[in-house]
Structures are given as structure tokens and as C-alpha cells.
């Protein structure tokens, strides 16, 4: 059982800023052996990637709406990804989530991951 928590989310004007963090735990759980990604679901909207990291923290991905604002990186040490959002706007505000990819590579699609966070609510105001 791997469990997932995100944190960091919260109320921001457009333009502003915000760092989402994920922490990884489980009893048999190897962060280090997990791809990491992120996903948002804005209310009536399918639910769409934002960002991925492989295990070891060589390879990102992002989806083109975010590229050049959003900025994926992890911490092994501490079990943790992270979601460094800048330039942030109204269109960004959605319910974001983490989830956890066994040996993967950092995958655009949901369906590759094995386990999800209950998510934290971002909302920028215009």
C-alpha cells in the first residue's frame, strides 16, 4: 500500500506562484523505484497531465500549456515531489493530484500509474 499526500495548494492572483508538494509513504515503499506524476481536474473538464518525472529524476515531461511555467523535480532522500507553479493563471484552477508509476519512465497517460493522492485544490483568481 503506497499512500500520497499533496499539500501546498491554496488561493493565488494571476501571475502569482505556488509550490505543490507530494509526499510518498507506504511499508514497503521505494520511492526511488517509482516515476512520479502530476494531473489536474478542473470541474466539468476530464482530467488532464501537468508534468512527470522518472524515477531517478533524469527525465521530465510536460504538457505544452505548462512548459516554461511549471517545474517538476523530486527528492528521494525525503520521498517527495514537488510542483514549482509560476506565472500562474485563471485557467490553471483545478483539483491537482500526484501519482506514483512502479518502474516508470514518467508517462503522460493516467493510466500508467498505480497510485493516486486525494489531491489539493488550486484556484487563481483574475
Known amino acids: 500500500q503506497v499512500q500520497l499526500v499533496e499539500s501546498g495548494g491554496g488561493l493565488v492572483q494571476a501571475g502569482g506562484s505556488l509550490r505543490l508538494s507530494c509526499a510518498a509513504s507506504?511499508?514497503?515503499?521505494?520511492?526511488?523505484?517509482?516515476?512520479m506524476g502530476w494531473f489536474r481536474q478542473a470541474p466539468g473538464k476530464d482530467r488532464e497531465f501537468v508534468a512527470a518525472?522518472?524515477?531517478?529524476?533524469?527525465?521530465?515531461g510536460y504538457a505544452d500549456s505548462m512548459k516554461g511555467r511549471f517545474t517538476i523535480s523530486r527528492d528521494n532522500a525525503k520521498n517527495t515531489v514537488y510542483l514549482q507553479m509560476n506565472s500562474l493563471k485563471p485557467e490553471d484552477t483545478a483539483v491537482y493530484y500526484c501519482?506514483?508509476?512502479?518502474?516508470?519512465?514518467?508517462?503522460?497517460?493516467?493510466?500508467?500509474?498505480?497510485?493516486w493522492g486525494q489531491g489539493t485544490q488550486v484556484t487563481v483568481s483574475s
Open positions: 507506504g511499508r514497503t515503499f521505494s520511492f526511488s523505484n517509482y516515476a
Open positions: 501519482a506514483a508509476d512502479f518502474r516508470g519512465v514518467g508517462s503522460s497517460s493516467d493510466r500508467r500509474y498505480d497510485w
Open positions: 518525472i522518472s524515477w531517478a529524476g533524469g527525465s521530465t
